[in-house]
């Protein structure tokens, strides 16, 4: 039972330094902060949280957030572009260029699967973000939809 609790906090610590949703708007991606340095810099009155923690415990923490680079979860993004029309190929490349360029920080996929080409942006792990991501850019883009994907941790 002990073990069970150790691990509960573990995966706990882990959500709270790493698991933070990301929120894109304005063109900026708010990145997440650590959640061990936040706590050992010093507040505005000169206070400082000292945490004493086994090193093992940093090396999990390290290990976790490297397994989950590569990780997808459920989650939403806004697709851009769809079409399967003799030009589409190219067509998708020019309007993930123009969308990289506009929304710097924000991820862009273009995908194929027969027989339309795809290009699809962010990675929002609610609705109500990918909504306001769709608000932001449907001047630039206005066929632009919510689609639910598989989407990278690597943000989070």
Same mark, same amino acid.
């Given at each position: 039972?002990?073990?069970? =609790?150790?691990?509960?906090?573990?995966? %706990?610590?882990? %959500?709270?330094?790493?698991?933070?949703?990301?929120?894109?708007?304005?063109? @900026?991606?708010?990145?997440?902060?650590?959640?061990?340095?936040?706590?050992?810099?010093?507040?505005?009155?000169?206070?400082?949280?000292? /945490?004493?923690?086994?090193?093992?415990?940093?090396?999990?923490? %390290? $290990?976790?957030?490297?397994?989950? /680079?590569?990780?997808? @979860?459920?989650?939403?993004? #806004?697709? /851009?572009?769809?079409?399967?029309?003799?030009?589409?190929?190219?067509?998708?490349?020019?309007?993930?260029?123009?969308?990289?360029?506009?929304?710097?920080? #924000?991820?862009?996929?273009?995908?194929? %699967?027969?027989?339309? =080409?795809?290009?699809?942006?962010?990675?929002?792990?609610? $609705?109500?973000?990918?909504?306001?991501?769709?608000?932001?850019?449907?001047?630039?883009?206005?066929?632009?939809? /919510?689609?639910?994907?598989?989407?990278?941790?690597?943000?989070?």
């Amino acid at each position: 039972m002990k073990r069970f =609790f150790s691990v509960l906090i573990l995966f %706990a610590v882990a %959500a709270v330094s790493h698991g933070q949703e990301i929120v894109q708007q304005d063109s @900026t991606v708010v990145v997440v902060r650590n959640i061990f340095e936040d706590l050992s810099e010093r507040g505005p009155a000169g206070n400082r949280v000292t /945490i004493s923690q086994p090193f093992s415990l940093e090396q999990m923490l %390290a $290990r976790h957030r490297e397994f989950s /680079i590569h990780k997808k @979860t459920p989650g939403f993004r #806004v697709r /851009i572009y769809f079409d399967n029309r003799q030009e589409a190929r190219n067509r998708s490349s020019e309007v993930e260029s123009r969308f990289t360029e506009s929304y710097p920080g #924000v991820p862009a996929y273009r995908t194929y %699967a027969y027989p339309y =080409f795809k290009v699809t942006v962010g990675d929002f792990r609610s $609705r109500s973000a990918a909504m306001m991501f769709l608000k932001k850019i449907e001047s630039d883009f206005p066929s632009a939809f /919510i689609v639910r994907e598989n989407i990278n941790l690597h943000s989070f």
